[in-house]
């Protein structure tokens, strides 16, 4: 399918999805900053005018859930819809537009995906069963070598895993050694960043081993969904999460939507489940005969003090209650900014006032705030320049302009944190212009050079307004709106250098925090 500049339509579409948490525990900083890398993405692609999907959802089959659950008191159902319903507000509070969240206790919109991916991969001969006995973690819902624990331990929970003897399904991985180690050195598979890419090809080059992709349905207290013909035992809950991928654009229930989406664009992942994603997941989809995901994007662990979160160390940082405090803008920001996008970052209530205070409400909202008083108090809210700009005028556009393609470039390559701070080089260029233009002194003596300087203030603030776009929506709606313009594409963020600019009366974009 060819489009009217020669573009292929087919390539114009662009899906990612986050992780599927488990719904065992409440929703943690981890998520908070991958919905927020995940949404900065979507919206910078729907900027650059792509059709853009946006999947998420719940993990709600694993034993965790039950455990869990039995641990309270609830029923497991009861359980997982009010934990569910946690992540959800969470997406919400922190701004992510998803345009499908799938539970997967959800029969309907899920179930049927699953039974048939499974039925694929088994028709492929990819699943047999056997009887396993090794050591599990309740906690990842893996199994590890020995080789894999430290000091006898989970590596992620710190917790002896359990010995497990059972009759289980297992997946045929080994059968998939040498085309993931092409896949993923070829790129065809990127795994991003660069370090995650070696740790996976230097884990696939240690030699792969079939995996159980079934539970006894006794074991999972009957919680979970059915091997297809096969009632006593329940699909391993990581084949049944990871499928969420699938189910979420209509595998098994929306042909036509799944066949214009599918493959993901990007997996939006954390750094402690990559094996499932850039492993054990193209995997399955080769045996399935579909096509892998083009890229496998890590992000690093939220710690405080240099330490991961947890409950036992008393450092848990609650996002729900973080967003009520500082709001969506406020912790976005916070989030891209001071948490590096590809590592661990550390995070600290004091640094998020220091950051917002400092950087949100001093620099841009600054340098925002005052250029369109000005403008609204002493030109009615219209500055208008029909002859080229020249000297000084020229100089901070030009400026300009080349951090719009740097943010561009930065976005493009999804290195969130540098876009981010281009943003804000943005806003101090046009600070210092505005410091050292003094419009205040010209404002009834010359009034034509007073309005070359406030027009180029204003077309400085076009090119945030659009640029925040991506990465603080609340604050660009409201900046668009003082500036009359409907954004469209990335293109619009190109510094106008002559025309009319109306603004309306401003208020501040951003609050002082104490
Ligand atoms: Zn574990």
Redesign the pocket.
């Known amino acids: 399918m060819v489009g009217y500049k020669g573009i292929c339509l087919m390539t114009n579409k662009f899906y990612i999805t986050t992780a599927i948490p488990y719904v065992n525990a409440s929703p943690h900083m981890g998520h908070a900053l991958e919905f927020v890398q995940t949404d900065v993405i979507a919206r910078y692609q729907k900027l650059e005018g792509r059709d853009v999907f946006v999947t998420t959802g719940t993990d709600e089959n694993s034993l965790k859930s039950v455990q869990a659950a039995a641990k309270e008191k609830v029923p497991a159902q009861l359980f997982c819809d009010r934990n569910s319903e946690s992540f959800k507000k969470l997406a919400k509070d922190i701004g992510l537009h998803y345009d499908a969240f799938i539970r997967s206790s959800d029969k309907d919109a899920h179930w049927k995906g699953v039974e048939r991916l499974w039925k694929s991969c088994f028709d492929s001969g990819d699943i047999y069963k056997k009887t396993y006995k090794g050591l599990y ?6 199994f ?1 070598k020995e080789s894999e624990l430290v000091n006898g331990l ?6 002896p ?1 359990e010995v497990v003897q059972e009759e289980n399904y297992f997946f045929r991985l080994s059968r998939y050694e040498q085309k993931l180690e092409e896949l993923i050195l070829t790129n065809k598979l990127k795994v991003t960043p660069e370090t995650r890419k070696n740790e996976v090809l230097s884990y696939i080059r240690q030699g792969l081993e079939d995996f159980s992709i079934s539970r006894p349905a006794e074991r999972s207290k009957g919680w979970g969904i059915p091997v297809p013909n096969d009632d006593s035992q329940k699909v391993y809950v990581w084949f049944d999460a990871l499928s969420v991928y699938l189910t979420g654009i209509g595998f098994g229930r929306d042909e036509k939507l799944f066949e214009k989406l599918w493959p993901a664009d990007i997996h939006v992942i954390g750094k402690g489940i990559i094996r499932f994603h850039a492993i054990y997941w193209p995997a399955i989809l080769m045996s399935a005969g579909l096509e892998v995901p083009k890229e496998v994007l890590v992000h690093g662990y939220v710690t405080s003090g240099g330490r991961k979160m947890s409950k036992s160390l008393g450092n848990v940082a609650d996002p729900l209650k973080i967003l009520g405090r500082y709001g969506e803008d406020g912790v976005r920001y916070y989030l891209l900014r001071k948490i590096p996008t590809f590592e661990d970052g550390d995070f600290s209530e004091e640094d998020v006032v220091t950051t917002i205070n400092n950087e949100l409400v001093g620099n841009i909202g600054n340098f925002v705030h005052r250029t369109l008083t000005f403008i609204y108090k002493n030109f009615g809210g219209e500055v208008r320049v029909d002859g080229a700009l020249e000297g000084a005028e020229t100089k901070v556009l030009m400026e300009v302009g080349t951090l719009v393609s740097e943010a561009e470039t930065s976005l493009s390559k999804n290195r969130l944190g540098n876009g981010l701070a281009d943003i804000l080089a943005i806003a101090a260029a046009g600070n210092k212009y505005f410091q050292e233009s003094k419009p205040w002194e010209t404002v009834t003596s010359d009034r034509q050079r007073c309005e070359r300087v406030l027009f180029t203030g204003a077309s400085i603030c076009r090119t945030l307004s659009v640029l925040l776009y991506p990465y603080l929506p609340v604050a660009s709606d409201k900046l668009s709106s003082y500036l009359n313009i409907d954004i469209k594409s990335f293109d619009d963020a190109k510094p106008l250098f002559k025309g009319s600019i109306k603004t309306a009366e401003p208020q501040p974009l951003f609050q002082k925090r104490p």
Not at 154 to 159: I, Q
């Open positions: 973690c309740t906690g990842c819902e893996a590890y989970c590596p992620e929970h710190l917790t895993p």
